[in-house]
């Protein structure tokens, strides 16, 4: 075979020996946890989060978070009542569902009576959440999602008032944190028994209720106030720095 013919077959062999590497890379990186696939159903709106380095949610009842590479916000639009208000500068944005307003209630005697009502939106809503990113939320029902068999998040750092954050119950992917931080106010959070977590921070005020004691933790580094509790295992008490 003349040495041009070989150049131009081995050529011909790179062009398709490097786009297979690239897939099976891609498989591969995907199914070891390192990357969310998204898919948009036909009801469902995405929103671009590009540059967005403050985020705070407000009055969502059914949101998940699901640890990706990408900041994403996905929400179903089909019934959103109340819906969906976005606010914010540039690099900061405010995402709330809740809505106040006043109902007349009228007495058999005729008195009119102004009740103060509160609804937050019901629809589902996910945040494709990459690790580190701060974020701060309000009168929100959320769960965490993995989105892959076993995943590593890495870290996830929430600020939490009047939130109730949980997990699926029979969601039983294996997830593992570098670091979780957590100041919560006036909040129920209960961690999985499927998770595992190098080092727990929490910061615990005003009512706040957590459970931990079935998760698999490292160091524990806590600050709790009087008014406040959390459940823990002995090896966990044991894993405890207490905060100054």
Known sequence: MKTSNKIITAIIALLILIP????ATIIFRYKNGD????EIADNWKSRNMKGITSLHLQGLQNLEIIPSDTLRLEYDF????????FSGTNDSMSISGDTSYIRK???ADGTVTDIPMYERSSNSIKLYLPSGYPLTLKQCDFRLAPGAKEINAGN?????????????PDDTAIVHFDRMAIAGKTSTIILSSSWNIREL????????NMRANESKTGSIRLDIDSTSSISLNGQQYSSIIQKK
Do not use: S
């Open 156 to 168: 996830l750092q929430l600020a939490l008032e009047n939130c109730e954050m949980q997990f699926q």
């Open 201 to 208: 921070d929490l910061n615990l005020k005003d009512n706040c």
């Open 20 to 23: 297979a590497l690239v897939v």
């Open 78 to 85: 089909t019934n959103i009542n109340p819906g969906l208000k």
């Open 35 to 38: 990357f969310t696939r998204i």
């Open 105 to 107: 209630d009228t007495a």
